[in-house]
């Protein structure tokens, strides 16, 4: 096998991208020649480390390299694992983080980069480097020192961005991470037959947040060409990618080109277009229960609709749904569901796609109900995706979009 290694965006010099080698061996090639760590600190998914035998292997793989292991953190970053995994780190002077896992394992492993180089040891000097908490946020801080390599099983796309989210256990509120300082991983490892391991509603919800990213870029009013080109060259990827692997879970091509759609989907989601309330209002949800990739699922449908319905970005929607339009199998899969290209909206094109790969469209099967509307919503009027929306969001806007995925 051999490896192919590149600059995961062309205009930038990090993230590095690997594949073609089994993660392991890129891994190790890397630590070695490319970072020279001799401390490696690795956090896996929990699920990984239970039902497969991969990061018994890679323990194997790394030998002295080692410097220790966190295994499983609960979905959403809850900033007080993020603690412990700081003073683990701290402990064993790790010069390398190394992630195995999906989305919550790489905005951890980026919030304890940051931390680390902060010496943050508490909730509130955690609180101190948020990016929303401008009143008590410290007037010094100190940029992420310890890099960051990433083997994801999802396609969440975090791996490509510095910026990362983490939950408060006091206030169930998700912060922001984001500036200057904050660093994003160094390398990205893909490797398809480790995807094989994650669940399919992990794999294809996730799919489908990469899609929210392809989807929201190309529907934002300040989006620009380069950043409407990847996010077209994304979502034509992984458009057909996900119903391939929702057919055949063990197509490890079509496992590869979903991965390179997330990544293209991340060129257009960190070029600095405002992303829409999908996004912003998904924040929220996931405190409240509903996983990573599930909140795209609920929320993308109902917040184009909700657009073309206000009019705030119809030309652009409509140009998104010809892009859906022209590939095979989704057309196969609108026709099945009785759609026509001259009356199905976009929302009803995601709608059909995301039911296509069996993932959850509304709140009740997460326990959702009218009495937690309230404060989502008053959450997500803080998020700064939600005040870049297309169409303007207050109170009552947000909640009307929550209430079209109740049930």
Known sequence: ???????????????LLS???????????????TFHATKVFVICSGSLARNTSRLEGLKQQLGSRLAGVRVGMRSHSLWSEILEVIANVKDCDADCIVTLGAGSLTDAAKVVSYAVANSVSTPDELGSLCADIAPERRDTIKPSVI???????????????????????TDGRKYSFSGPQIAGPVLVILDPELATTTPDSVWLSTGVRALDHCVETLCALQSNENADEAARLGLKKLVPGLLR?????????????CFLGARDAMVAATSGVPMGAS??????????GVGHGETSCILN????????????????????????????????????????????DLGDLMDAIIRALGLPRTLKGFGIGEDRL???????????????????????????????VLQ
């Open 19 to 33: 594949h073609g080698l089994p993660f392991g061996a890129s891994l190790l090639k890397h630590v070695d020649a």
């Open 245 to 257: 692997c929702k057919k055949s879970p063990t197509d490890i091509s079509a496992r590869l080109e």
């Open 147 to 169: 890099p960051i390599i990433c083997i994801p099983t999802s396609l969440s796309g975090g791996e490509y961005s510095p910026f990362a989210g983490a939950t408060n256990d």
């Open 301 to 344: 449908p109902a917040v184009c609709k909700y657009n073309y319905a206000k009019k705030a970005n119809v030309t652009r929607q409509d140009a998104v749904a010809k892009i859906l339009w022209q590939d095979v199998q989704a057309a196969a899969v609108f026709e099945e569901r009785g759609l026509k290209k001259e009356s199905a």
């Open 1 to 15: 096998m051999s490896e192919t290694f590149s600059r995961a965006f062309p205009n930038k010099p990090t993230p």
């Open 279 to 288: 996004h912003g209002i998904g924040h929220q949800l996931g405190p409240a």
């Open 374 to 404: 309230q404060g989502i919503a008053e959450h997500s009027l803080q998020d700064r995706w939600v005040k870049t929306n297309p169409a303007h969001l207050d109170k009552e806007g947000v909640l009307e979009i929550l209430r079209m």
